[in-house]
């Protein structure tokens, strides 16, 4: 798993320098700033890494994939910025996020900016043909569409108790698991893999992003508290809708898990009765086995690939999306 | 000039039309509403006409380009709807804006989701080539970059009354005049133009766009009330920096034009004194010329292209510029 970190580590070198390179013409200087601020903050990458290394796994040579990879880790942050402001959250990547620095206005400006800059950057790739940029650049379209469908079902997923499992697999299919599936499919066009191959690679994005975020909603309740960096059972606080939540409310007739999720002022007592009740009606498990099919099935379908230490990091990514603790 | 406005309204048709299918699988509902919302509001759709009647004038088929018009049309909605947001404008087209009925987070939503579907809508056209496609994204999501460089740097120029001409003429060319340029341009890429051609169509709207721009500036000030629909000097009111307004100051000596620029709370006999002063030092003339010589040289332009009646009617449009009242 640490190698997983150091591999993504690694390619985010590349990856951070093209994105300086590319935003530092951005005029007036503030909003250059807010734009490039994100980017440098140590994310993960791992969406940028995912086309880089797709695009090695498919027998390209990733340097001509770097300007897509670099232009969707852009769109991600975009969102991540504009996500902040809707969500009034005043932190991100352990800095105050864009808004608190520079304002609604300036954050709103610095996400279109990146938006339209990530767009420019796939298209005018050199290295790649009109036809690869296009498809590229069609993919990650389609993604954008999806990241605003699924934020504007997240929010209407607020004081709804009656969410349904397909509702929710669609939400954060859209919200996380699209950008994702664009990012390992962007990586195999770039790569010049046939059709057949980039059509797996986006279904291979697809069930690591699916997983991905189901692991989430686990590890709010399963992981160790103090590795996670937050209480166990915040999301159950915030009376927020998991796939665990969904489950727990079909199963539970007591409508005990209901109240606990309606009510604003939950003690740690109520939480933990929440925990219990999940737990005895198998919610917890059954994400947990939701996820790791996705990684199954998501390494099933890195088969259609040759051999290779890329192919192999792929498998990896699998793993570590299930094995990672926080 | 009715016959512009004829003209205008004959292709508005055809693109709202578009529009509305491209957008009507947008969902949750409240996000698709809200993204259709002002594209349906009787704009005056001159961008995408534009582009449109370009590609006719270079000897294309203008049904070819009529998604990557819609799609300027989408671009250009968006950074209305965000604009609005950042300067808190209630009415947009005669009616609420869209933060206004949908609150700012379905607001900033919404022009993203245009945002996306616009750049999906270009590459994913299906009777011209790749590399068409490709140039006319590029040209869209370069004007796209420019267009919040612009808003930047018009919301940096409020409090300030320093700003130069120069500066000016940035800020109305990467605000207003980039996506008129791009339309153009977009039309003459997709009418099969070459590239000597297709930079005269960029230039041409370069130049009409400016002219527009200015055109709005001397309007505030030699406008008919009744026919503008607003009190004449409302700019000088709110002591916006108008091309007049850096202009005069550069040649009040008396400082009587700053005291009022600077002053929020100015009676009409100010506002008419300032206009006194912008007369007399020629200011105001001096924009009507500036926008004058803007449209001629945009005719000029216009004389690589072979005589027809879509010629004409892009030097109608030129002339219509100067001759509107509102």
Same mark, same amino acid.
């Given at each position: 798993?640490?190698?997983?970190?150091?591999?993504?580590?690694?390619?985010?070198?590349?990856?951070?320098?093209?994105?300086?390179?590319?935003?530092?013409?951005?005029?007036?200087?503030?909003?250059?700033?807010?734009?490039?601020?994100?980017?440098?903050?140590?994310?993960?990458?791992?969406?940028?890494?995912?086309?880089?290394?797709?695009?090695?796994?498919?027998?390209?040579?990733?340097?001509?994939?770097?300007?897509?990879?670099?232009?969707?880790?852009?769109?991600?942050?975009?969102?991540?910025?504009?996500?902040?402001?809707?969500?009034?959250?005043?932190?991100?990547?352990?800095?105050?996020?864009?808004?608190?620095?520079?304002?609604?206005?300036?954050?709103?400006?610095?996400?279109?900016?990146?938006?339209?800059?990530?767009?420019?950057?796939?298209?005018?790739?050199?290295?790649?043909?009109?036809?690869?940029?296009?498809?590229?650049?069609?993919?990650?379209?389609?993604?954008?569409?999806?990241?605003?469908?699924?934020?504007?079902?997240?929010?209407?997923?607020?004081?709804?108790?009656?969410?349904?499992?397909?509702?929710?697999?669609?939400?954060?299919?859209?919200?996380?698991?699209?950008?994702?599936?664009?990012?390992?499919?962007?990586?195999?066009?770039?790569?010049?893999?046939?059709?057949?191959?980039?059509?797996?690679?986006?279904?291979?994005?697809?069930?690591? &992003? $699916? /997983?991905?975020?189901?692991?989430?909603?686990? %590890?709010?309740?399963?992981? #160790?508290? *103090?590795?996670?960096?937050?209480? +166990?059972?915040?999301?159950?606080?915030?009376?927020?809708?998991?796939?665990?939540?969904?489950? &727990? $409310? /079909?199963?539970?007739?007591?409508?005990?898990? %209901?109240?606990?999720?309606? #009510?604003? *002022?939950?003690?740690?007592?109520? +939480?933990?009765?929440?925990?219990?009740?999940?737990?005895?009606?198998?919610?917890?498990?059954?994400?947990?086995?939701?996820?790791?099919?996705?990684?199954?099935?998501?390494?099933?379908?890195?088969?259609?690939?040759?051999?290779?230490?890329?192919?192999?990091?792929?498998?990896?990514?699998?793993?570590?999306?299930?094995?990672?603790?926080?």
């Amino acid at each position: 798993m640490s190698d997983v970190k150091e591999v993504l580590g690694n390619y985010s070198v590349d990856i951070i320098k093209t994105i300086k390179e590319d935003l530092s013409v951005i005029t007036p200087e503030n909003l250059g700033e807010a734009s490039i601020y994100l980017t440098q903050a140590g994310g993960k990458m791992l969406r940028p890494a995912l086309a880089l290394i797709v695009s090695e796994a498919v027998g390209g040579n990733s340097k001509l994939a770097l300007k897509t990879a670099a232009a969707i880790e852009l769109i991600h942050t975009f969102s991540l910025i504009h996500d902040d402001i809707m969500d009034d959250d005043d932190m991100r990547r352990g800095m105050p996020s864009v808004h608190k620095v520079w304002g609604e206005d300036v954050a709103i400006l610095a996400g279109d900016t990146l938006f339209s800059k990530a767009f420019e950057m796939i298209i005018t790739s050199k290295d790649t043909t009109s036809e690869q940029n296009n498809n590229a650049l069609a993919t990650v379209a389609d993604a954008c569409v999806k990241i605003c469908e699924g934020q504007a079902l997240d929010m209407g997923f607020e004081q709804r108790f009656d969410v349904s499992e397909d509702e929710y697999m669609e939400m954060i299919f859209k919200k996380t698991g699209a950008l994702i599936a664009a990012a390992t499919k962007a990586g195999a066009i770039m790569g010049g893999a046939s059709d057949e191959v980039i059509d797996a690679m986006y279904e291979y994005g697809r069930l690591i &992003g $699916l /997983a991905f975020q189901i692991q989430d909603d686990y %590890l709010d309740l399963a992981a #160790d508290e *103090e590795t996670l960096g937050k209480p +166990i059972g915040s999301d159950i606080g915030k009376g927020k809708m998991t796939i665990i939540a969904i489950r &727990g $409310l /079909a199963s539970d007739d007591s409508g005990r898990l %209901l109240e606990i999720l309606k #009510d604003d *002022e939950n003690s740690q007592s109520d +939480i933990d009765e929440a925990i219990e009740i999940l737990k005895e009606c198998g919610a917890i498990e059954y994400a947990h086995n939701l996820a790791l099919e996705s990684v199954q099935k998501a390494k099933q379908v890195l088969e259609i690939l040759p051999d290779s230490s890329s192919k192999q990091t792929l498998v990896d990514i699998a793993d570590f999306v299930l094995e990672r603790k926080a």
